[in-house]
Nanobody, 125 residues
Framework: QVQVTESGGGSVQTGGSLRLSCVIS????????VGWFRQTPGKERQGVAY???????TYVQSVKGRFTISQDNGKNIRYLQMNDLKPEDSATYFC???????????????????WGQGTQVTVSS
């Protein structure tokens, strides 16, 4: 059974930082893309950052230069370091493994599965 557990969320002021963690266990595949997504009430879940098993990363424009996705393959943990946070970054953040080995060209929500409960990030002005 696949389990996805996100942690590290919290409340910070504008300009603050948080590091989110994601542990994925029980996934059939040994190499796969992992994505971080975020969602606010009433809106669709949107991708934020992605990482291949070989370390190649992809970011959406709104977080480039502020967010960094990384992974510890030995511990099967993916991180999302978020710096210079803004109120518009407030959301519930999720991570998920992809159905694909590589992220390129497959960044949609439907390309990912086994969602966790998410972790809440609140940025106040």
């Amino acid at each position: 059974q696949v389990q996805v557990t996100e942690s590290g969320g919290g409340s910070v002021q504008t300009g603050g930082s948080l590091r989110l963690s994601c542990v994925i266990s029980g996934y059939t595949f040994s190499e796969y893309c992992v994505g971080w997504f975020r969602q606010t009430p009433g809106k669709e879940r949107q991708g934020v950052a992605y990482i291949d098993s070989d370390g190649e990363t992809t970011y959406v424009q709104s977080v480039k230069g502020r967010f960094t996705i990384s992974q510890d393959n030995g511990k099967n943990i993916r991180y999302l370091q978020m710096n210079d946070l803004k109120p518009e970054d407030s959301a519930t953040y999720f991570c998920a493994p992809s159905h694909w080995t590589y992220c390129a060209g497959r960044l949609g929500v439907d390309d990912f599965g086994h969602w966790g409960q998410g972790t809440q990030v609140t940025v106040s002005s």
